[in-house]
């Protein structure tokens, strides 16, 4: 019984093996093209025009920034330094200093 199974095993085994070949080949091609759109489009973290015209908006509605109250802020850093962690504390940051004209404590 056990002979007979194992020439049919062997032909599944042998069939498969191009079409895994063929998977991977097609997923490298896909892998390749989203590599080639994700670097065409430029990156900039910082998105400054988003922050200037969060800034403006809020300075014209005259909102005054709200105290630091996330667990990233040390003592010597800028607003750059929280871009590690969130855009809108980022962002909040350069609110707070440009209103105040000084970093958070």
């Not at 056990?2 to 062997?10: A, D, E, N, S, T």
């Not at 093209?33 to 200037?52: D, G, L, T, W, Y």
């Not at 403006?56 to 330094?81: D, L, Q, S």
Request: charged share 25%.
């Amino acid at each position: 019984m056990k002979l007979f199974l194992l020439p049919i095993l062997m032909s599944l085994t042998f069939l498969s093996q191009p079409v895994i070949a063929s998977e991977e080949d097609e997923l490298a091609a896909m892998q390749k093209q989203m590599n080639a759109e994700v670097m065409s489009k430029p990156f900039f973290a910082e998105q400054p025009e988003k922050v200037n015209a969060y800034i403006k908006e809020a300075m014209k509605k005259n909102i005054k920034p709200k105290k630091y109250t996330g667990t990233h802020w040390r003592t010597g850093y800028t607003c750059h330094n929280l871009l590690r962690w969130s855009w809108r504390e980022y962002r909040n940051c350069r609110y707070y200093r440009r209103y105040y004209g000084r970093y958070y404590y």
